[in-house]
């Protein structure tokens, strides 16, 4: 068996890859709930099926750590929860670089899913490791700037500026979808940029069981089911969502709505099919995982989703693979899943809430055009079954180390050297978006290429 750059060759017809050591870097994973979470989970789980060494390194949550089979690779870092009021835990400064087991890792590759506090420790350990970094730009940073101890339009000019510089730092970006890579190109990325969507396991969620799901949440087996899944937080336009739907209760006197999730806006959802009066005929399901969530999806008849901060809407593959269609607004991700009047509508981004409910109404009144939109739902997601994207990003993966090897062979760099210069570049690079953000500085200077 031989030893390269941190890759191991082993005979693998079905391959026909070296099998490397992958150390992901991400600020949220299970038991936290959420898209990036799902991802890297689901990056976890084939490319360890598929022979390869992984790593997770990812903060602590007050709920506790995944199920034993993934928490065996997972490095928990020292985290300060709840941080300003939101689910999300913020890693202690350095917390990951006291951690015996990263230490002796040996990783051939450094994926990033984040560009702050961790992604900075990715790129620290990268440079101290001499391996690339892959980054996928999993959100749009500025609809998060709420969470940001400072409140202004300026925050979130400073938190996508500071996911560009990031990215430039990277030999190669994963974009989850092509609307977000035109955005990210727009707004300064030069590093390569591949889309490659975040991928399900469609066969699953086709499995789920309507009927088993319905009885289980006490929803009417006749009833015709308005669905939403997904966090429940102010960058998901949750208002505006509740008030949709509550208007399609009502003027559909049938229907049940049925949201799946949890998270600080609940309470305010709430409050919304209160006013509406349709409170009675809601269900707040919570957070689901397994069975029991492949069964709520099942039992959905159409799936409202009004976000305008995805970069792709992982849950939009997931529910069409139930053969659920999808009522959306017009914004990145969104657009890249949802075909409109083929497997739902995709409406105007600033369609009103009334606009929104009455075709929601329509598609519950319209049985046989849902069915036609709900087998272009199945159709759509089979093109996101993770077999297909895992193998994408194996792939790149490959043809990014193959670029860092050549690269190394070409120079004779110090790994000190290299550590040093990483570190001012993280300083820099924060520093230029501050002063670009709230002082008005001119524009980031053009980044020094990535690796060696």
């Not at 500071?162 to 979808?177: E, G, Q």
């Not at 949890?262 to 309470?267: E, L, N, S, T, V």
């Amino acid at each position: 068996m031989a030893e390269t750059l941190g890759v191991w060759h082993f005979p693998c017809a079905a391959l026909h890859a070296p099998f490397v050591n992958i150390c992901h870097f991400t600020n949220t994973f299970l038991p936290h709930v959420g898209g990036v979470a799902r991802a890297v989970q689901t990056l976890l789980e084939d490319q360890r099926a598929a022979g390869h060494g992984v790593l997770v390194v990812a903060p602590e949550f007050d709920e506790g750590p995944a199920p034993p089979r993934l928490e065996r690779s997972v490095v928990r870092v020292a985290a300060l929860t709840h941080f300003n009021d939101s689910d999300f835990s913020v890693r202690l400064p350095l917390a990951a670089a006291l951690d015996d087991r990263l230490a002796g890792f040996p990783a051939g590759l450094v994926h990033a899913h984040h560009p702050f506090l961790l992604g900075d420790t990715a790129l620290r350990e990268a440079a101290r490791r001499g391996v690339p970094v892959v980054f996928t730009h999993h959100t749009l940073y500025e609809h998060y700037a709420r969470y940001l101890p400072v409140r202004s339009d300026a925050a979130g000019d400073f938190a996508a500026d500071v996911a560009t510089r990031f990215a430039n730092r990277c030999a190669a970006v994963v974009a989850p979808s092509r609307s977000v890579r035109d955005l990210i190109v727009e707004r300064g990325v030069t590093a390569p940029v591949h889309v490659i969507p975040t991928g399900i396991d469609v066969a699953l969620f086709a499995a789920g069981d309507g009927a088993a799901g319905r009885a289980a949440l006490g929803l009417p087996a006749e009833a015709q089911v308005i669905g939403h899944l997904g966090r429940l937080a102010g960058e998901k336009n949750p208002r505006y969502l509740a008030a949709s739907i509550g208007v399609a209760l009502r003027l559909r006197a049938d229907a049940r709505a049925l949201v799946v999730g949890d998270g600080p806006a609940r309470g305010e959802m709430s409050e919304v099919f209160s006013e509406l009066g349709v409170a009675p005929r809601v269900v707040f399901a919570g957070k689901l995982a397994g069975r029991r969530l492949r069964d709520a999806c099942a039992a959905m008849d159409v799936f409202a989703f009004a976000s305008r901060s995805e970069t792709q809407g992982l849950v939009l593959a997931e529910v069409m693979a139930a053969g659920v269609p999808v009522v959306a607004l017009d914004a990145p991700g969104a657009r890249d899943v949802v075909r409109d009047g083929k497997n739902g509508r995709l409406l105007a981004a600033d369609a009103s809430e009334l606009v929104f409910a009455r075709v929601l109404a329509n598609a519950l009144r319209r049985v046989a055009t849902r069915l036609r939109w709900a087998e272009g739902a199945r159709r759509t997601a089979a093109t996101l079954d993770r077999a297909r994207t895992g193998r994408r990003l194996l792939a790149l993966y490959a043809e990014v180390m193959r670029e860092h090897e050549r690269a190394l062979r070409a120079s004779a760099v110090n790994p000190a050297l290299a550590r040093l210069v990483t570190e001012g570049q993280i300083i820099a690079d924060k520093t230029g978006a501050l002063l670009r953000a709230f002082a008005g500085g001119a524009p980031p200077a053009e980044p020094a290429p990535a690796g060696p």
